[in-house]
């Protein structure tokens, strides 16, 4: 019987019973390739029946809540102590983790890390479909790791690893990667979408079947988001997104889903020629040259600094501002690392309730570092770096600046207060603007001066004392 056929889009998963040139569903072009029906390869004997695994307790019938035992999770460390943060505590037993990241990032690199960490204390198999063993050694032998015990294999075939993982009685396996794995009942290509989602399945299966952790490294799009299928996302405990730029030396590992544990957690390692490095204090290393200036130096124009809150970390960040006359009509307003939507809101806050003449103002936004930062506590930060550019006035460098900004140019009170004061008062900052509403504090701060506003306006004068807001009307 001959097997039919259909075309599937590869960027969104969508279907058609014939070849299209551009994705009805996601509009992209020439994104459809010919695969086999999977309805008619349901006779074949090895064929994973679902994508989904089943569950612990599937089939058992509808039970109380209060009768179900309380099975534990079991967790063991990854060796990095912000990286057990990420994963709520450590990597969970049977659990399956999506690794995804641009090409070169270095996830190769941090797994091989994680594998001989691991590899002491559990049976690691490292499964490199993409590269050979050989090349695999050549980046252990530079990471000086290959006195580690784990188990290496360059297999593809998806069938064969799930017989070399039950064989090895491995308690931690790493696919590398999840896209250049294949199995061998499907007919069409690896990294299609429906060899992704098979491929995945059986590893998943088997991960949960076996209390195996495992990890599967994916892909990305030239848009950032994950390759395949959205389903892959669904079937696995937790998604981590490899963050940072080739050209620095910053890492961060963000979990944007976290099945045991929150996903506002990060770690930031360091890459060297030996590999990464865990950053326990990323913001003394941000800040350095912030803090190394001389007592009564200022800092620069157009620069401040604000507290972060990121899960249970509170991060210090500098930014940098530089306004100038535009030569458009229409003035400039660019940000790196900031939400431009947030940075247009600042800008007519400024001009219409400070006075600073901004229309006519190309406005340009950094966050030092190449970091990010979506929290609204960071707005009064980024305002005082606007205002001191176009007043090209400076502030004290041992100056935070904490507060969200409202339309009507209030400070509006932000949360966890004291653990963004405890990290400026541990970094040596001695003064710090901060909502008024936000007063009384929980926590002594001996070392800091806290000042509280109500008023943008307010705020301005207190960084930069002597301000006449008439002297750039």
């Known amino acids: 019987m ?3 056929t259909r075309w599937v889009c590869q960027e969104c998963g969508f279907q058609s019973f014939k070849a299209l040139g551009k994705c009805t569903e996601c509009e992209s072009w020439n994104s459809f390739l010919e ?16 994508a989904f695994p089943q569950t612990q307790g599937a089939g058992v019938g509808p039970t109380l809540l209060a009768d179900l035992e309380d099975g534990s999770c079991s967790r063991f460390s990854t060796g990095f102590a912000s990286l057990d943060e990420v994963f709520g505590g450590g990597i969970v037993s049977g659990s399956v983790i999506l690794l995804a990241g641009d090409p070169g990032i270095g996830k190769s690199t941090l797994l091989l890390q994680l594998a001989a960490n691991l590899s002491s204390q559990l049976k690691v198999l490292y499964v490199s479909a993409e590269e050979s063993s050989q090349q695999l050694l050549t980046r252990a032998k530079r990471m000086k790791l290959t006195a580690s015990p784990m188990l290496i294999d360059s297999e593809q075939n998806v069938a064969l690893i799930q017989e070399r993982l039950a064989n090895s009685n491995s308690q931690f396996a790493i696919i590398d990667s999840v896209q250049a794995i294949f199995h061998p009942e499907i007919e069409s290509s690896p990294g299609s979408v429906t ?5 995945a399945g059986c590893i998943v299966n088997h991960a949960k079947a076996h209390n195996v952790a495992t990890v599967l490294v994916g892909h990305v799009t030239k848009d950032g988001a994950i390759a395949g299928p959205r389903v892959l996302e669904h079937m696995v405990d937790v998604v981590l997104q490899f963050e940072g730029d080739r050209a620095r030396q910053l890492r961060i590992v963000r979990a944007a889903k976290n099945r045991f544990g929150s996903t506002q957690e990060m770690a930031i390692f360091s890459m060297h020629e030996h590999g ?3 950053i326990k204090n990323p913001s003394a290393i941000l800040l350095a040259p ?9 800092a620069a124009s157009g620069t401040a600094v604000i507290a972060s809150c990121d899960g249970n970390r509170s991060l210090l960040l500098e930014i940098q501002s530089l306004v100038g006359i535009s030569s458009l009509g229409s003035p400039r307003r660019v940000a790196n690392g900031f939400d431009s939507g947030r940075l247009l809101q600042i800008v007519a806050v400024l001009e219409k309730r400070v006075g600073l003449a901004l229309a006519k103002q190309d406005v340009y936004l950094n966050v030092v570092g190449g970091m990010d930062c979506n929290d609204p506590a960071g707005d009064l930060g980024v305002a005082v770096a606007i205002a001191t550019s176009c007043l090209d006035r400076s502030v004290d460098p041992l100056l935070v600046c904490i507060g969200e900004v409202g339309l009507s140019g209030e400070i509006r009170s932000v949360s966890s207060i004291e653990r963004r004061l405890r990290e400026a008062q541990s970094l040596g900052f001695k003064r710090a603007i901060v909502p008024k509403t936000n007063l009384p504090l929980s926590a002594k701060f001996p070392q800091i001066e806290v000042i509280p506003v109500n008023y943008l306006q307010d705020a301005l004068e207190k960084a930069m004392p002597g301000l006449n807001k008439e002297a750039n009307k």
């Open 2 to 4: 001959k097997t039919k």
């Open 35 to 50: 695969e086999a029906d999977p309805k008619s390869l349901e006779s074949l004997p090895v064929r994973a029946r679902s």
């Open 195 to 199: 060899q992704v989602r098979e491929s």
């Open 276 to 278: 990464l490095e865990e």
């Open 290 to 298: 912030r803090l190394e200036k001389e007592p009564g130096e200022r």
